[in-house]
């Protein structure tokens, strides 16, 4: 079974504030995801990687930025958290391999982050 | 950018009702994903279907893509307690890795 995992359930932090969400999957997958869940927004891509220290905006990267060192982790920096970043953020893997958007995503379990 | 937008927003049905979501793309697809999300959960793959006018089945869930490929449907026949969700389609575009989501339809079911 894929594996993927997020560093935490929830998280509370202060305006202004970094922050780091951590993403790790165990298959080799190629692609990573972040997106963030609002209601009646359904999921938005903030960004994605298609390969190690490769990175593509979304549709909403504003505020944020990304790190792909390494190819099982993927990460998500909040460089000054605002209150408007207040979001569930769901991290998600697919293989990669067909080059085309055929692949099945694998969501982490989500971490709510509140910023105050 | 290539929308999809997905319609009802929330469905409250009794139990054993039947229940559909709808999905519309402004783009040509190359595939549409369905996945599902249950309270607390995270979305979980359930089928993909890539073909103009494919119809698949799993059990009671009926997925269908338009002649078109920009629009897609999920059927649910006599809804159980356990189909409750937030159940989402998600488009392919021709080129790229990217899926673009649907707003969801939160399905809740009476007993």
């Known amino acids: 079974d894929v594996k993927v995992t997020q560093s935490s359930r929830y998280l509370v932090k202060r305006t202004g504030e970094k922050v780091f969400l951590e993403c790790v999957q165990d298959m080799d997958h190629e692609n990573m995801f972040w997106y963030r869940q609002d209601p009646g927004l359904g999921l938005r891509l903030i960004y994605f990687s298609y390969d190690v220290k490769m990175k593509e905006k979304g549709d909403i990267p504003e505020g944020y930025s990304v790190s792909r060192e390494k190819k099982e982790r993927f990460s998500l920096i909040l460089e000054s958290a605002s209150t408007n970043q207040t979001s569930m953020y769901l991290c998600?893997?697919?293989?990669?391999?067909?080059?085309?958007?055929?692949?099945?995503?694998?969501f982490g379990p989500g971490t709510r982050l509140t910023v105050l | 950018g290539q929308q999809v937008m997905q319609i009802p927003q929330y469905q409250h049905v009794q139990e054993g009702e039947d229940f559909t979501t709808y999905c519309n793309s402004s783009?040509?697809?190359?595939?549409i994903q369905w996945y599902k999300q249950r309270p607390g959960g995270h979305p979980v793959f359930l089928i993909q279907?890539?073909?103009?006018?494919e119809v698949k089945k799993q059990k009671r869930l009926t997925f269908q893509f338009g002649e078109a490929k920009k629009n897609s449907s999920l059927h649910i026949t006599a809804t159980q307690t356990t189909d409750v969700g937030t159940y989402f389609c998600a488009g392919g575009a021709n080129a790229g890795n990217m899926l673009t989501f649907g707003g969801g339809t939160r399905l809740m079911v009476k007993p």
């Open positions: 279907l890539v073909k103009s006018g």
């Open positions: 783009t040509t697809l190359s595939n």
């Open positions: 998600a893997s697919s293989p990669g391999h067909t080059g085309v958007s055929t692949d099945t995503q694998y």
